[in-house]
């Protein structure tokens, strides 16, 4: 069983930046998929980035390419969501996700195993 949980959200103004962490417990996510969605109320939760286990690969949604970038770090067992150019259409909860599968870097929330609490992000404009 693997527990994620996320950190770093907060109060931003549109144009600036926050570093998203996912920090896994239980068990090693090294040989997993990992990825980060979001869901803002009303709305779906929607996909906005994933990376496979060793960062060979990675997929980001249309609305934030260029602005955010996921990265990973096995030996402390995190993954990073930094988020730059900060909309107020960026406020959301960011939830963290694992998925068992290590080559799969699903834009889709069904893969995903497990799941964290998520964090705030709110950006004023």
């Known amino acids: 069983q693997v527990q994620l949980v996320e950190s770093g959200g907060g109060l931003v103004q549109a144009g600036g930046s926050l570093r998203l962490s996912c920090a896994a417990s239980?068990?090693?996510?090294?040989?997993?998929?990992m990825g980060w969605f979001r869901q803002a109320p009303g709305n779906e939760r929607e996909f906005v980035a994933a990376?496979?286990?060793?960062?060979?690969?990675?997929n980001y949604a249309d609305s934030v390419k260029a602005r955010f970038t996921i990265s990973r770090d096995n030996a402390k067992n995190t993954v990073y969501l930094q988020m730059n150019s900060l909309k107020p259409e960026d406020t959301a909860v960011y939830y963290c996700?694992?998925?068992?599968?290590?080559?799969?870097?699903?834009?889709?929330?069904?893969?995903?195993?497990?799941w964290g609490q998520g964090t705030q992000v709110t950006v004023s404009s």
């Open positions: 239980g068990r090693s996510i090294a040989t997993y998929a």
């Open positions: 990376i496979t286990w060793n960062g060979g690969s990675t």
């Open positions: 996700a694992a998925n068992t599968n290590p080559h799969d870097a699903s834009t889709r929330a069904n893969p995903y195993n497990y």
